[in-house]
């Protein structure tokens, strides 16, 4: 432990308190740091050059790009000092930044500007609601637009002086710290703008609805459109329509016959974004959640993800959808290396053909990152083997792997349901079943003294098979200061007539990956220690007992993006 270290981690004895979802490092806000020797920053996952970034705020499309919006400590690389950053791009893949778009200005914001949302109002004029900590520290929702319309950078925003606009009160009985993160807006046939802002009343969390015929005057409707009783604060809700049929998006603002709806809401005292497909019962303006759906079942993503929002791309017409990732390092280390949080790759999002659930995949831009690519032959991998993958970066890869399976009366017969993450890190790639573990193993160092694994396992529960994906961090770092929580999920295909197909995105921290097409995403961020750079390895595994055939095996080295 060096000096410097020590020092810190004398700082942090001191002062550790907790205000919304953030633990406060009130000495550590304006830190800043040397950022030379960083094996484990990203080459094509967004992040600024430095400090700490969390939720993804009001992204759009104007004017030929996208722009992105992101919650960031512009003085250190702990959470603190919040504002707007601004980064624009043509391809959701390539960034360039911009100066702060919002920062603390008006006594409605004064303490700080939190997460928000954009909305096209008619004309194409972007409109911003976000929460503004003011003079009180109380949570309100402000507004702003853009000062000049003819720039398509949008570089300057104007606040409107009537701000807050939404505010609690007396009479609606909102409690002032627990009252944030607007939607983007949606239309009614009535010409009336709804909004949602996230709440809870002691336990039950809540998407509180506000209208307004002119987005200036906002009424709070009589009932929130959803709440559930024992699911604490609802964080960054998201409400927007998905077509039954179809991986095309369409604006926030549809409803009708071939429409379902999705409402997601961040649950600050799980950690995790979590949603529920439904109906929207616009004369009610209530959403209405398929049977047997609850807000504690599905997730986006069933690593760390966290504040997702998603935005309607006119130019492309899809839906796409934008995360944060944190560290799983400790705060003396992300200090030290200066910066904290990325952003994943941005996903389009659909729903699939089963009406179940929802469908992720890294947008089709990230693909023009691919050089160099190595196809493997379809070939039977078996039980106890290892195939390297060569001649990819393996620290900075894209993956595809697909495998089948025949022999299934071999599978572990699992008589309790259990809790898919528990199963993971009970039985991480080690442990040996008739039918997996089999996948990937990244960030591998030479010795397999580090490996992450990303694999399938199946089960046979009641006469049913059960296809489980990890996300193993165990032995990914020898440095054992990180969270090394494994992560896992059943994915929702049928190990007889399907492929088991696993993609995953390799960026020197982070290892995203995609079960069964998209059905199934998991998120982990690792910190090797050996494995770093031109170092790490990366294998297709087997360490089941039965054989499994690789249907297909194609890898690329990704090339650095232009992000800063
Ligand atoms: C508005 O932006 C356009 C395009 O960047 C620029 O040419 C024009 O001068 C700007 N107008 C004002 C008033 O700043
Ligand atoms: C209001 O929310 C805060 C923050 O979660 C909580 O600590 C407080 O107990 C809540 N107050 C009431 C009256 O529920
Ligand atoms: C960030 O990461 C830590 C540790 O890995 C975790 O406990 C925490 O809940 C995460 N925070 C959020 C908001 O995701
Ligand atoms: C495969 O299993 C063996 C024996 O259980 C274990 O020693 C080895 O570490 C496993 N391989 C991986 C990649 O986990
Ligand atoms: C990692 O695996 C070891 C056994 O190899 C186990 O004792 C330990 O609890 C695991 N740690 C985590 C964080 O899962």
Redesign the pocket.
Known sequence: MTMSTIWLLTLFSVIYGSAATHHIYRNLQSVSSDSSNQPYRTAYHFQPPNNWINDPNGPLRYGGLYHLFYQYNPKGAVWGNIVWAHSVSRDLVNWTPLDPAIFPSQSSDINGCWSGSATLLPGNKPAILYTGIDSLNQQVQNFAQPKNLSDPFLREWVKSPKNPLMAPTSANKINSSSFRDPTTAWLGKDGHWRVLVGSKRRTRGMAILYRSKDFVKWVQAKHPLHSTLGSGMWECPDFFPVLSNGQLGVDTSVNGEYVRHVLKVSLDDKKHDYYMIGSYNAAKDAFIPDEESNIFVLRYDYGKYYASKTFFDDGKKRRILLGWVNESSSVADDIKKGWSGIHTIPRAIWLHKSGRQLVQWPVEEVEKLRAYPVNLLPQVLKGGKLLPINGVTASQADVEISFEVSKLRKAEVLDYWTDPQILCSKK?????SGLGPFGL?VFASEGLQE?T?VFFRIFRHQHKYLVLLCSDQNRSSLNKDNDLTSYGTFVDVDPLHDKLSLRTLIDHSVVESFGGEGRACITARVYPTLAINDKAQLYA?N?GTADVKITRLSAWSMKKAQIH
Do not use: E
């Open positions: 991480g790639s080690s442990v040996k193993l490996y694994s595994f360490n």
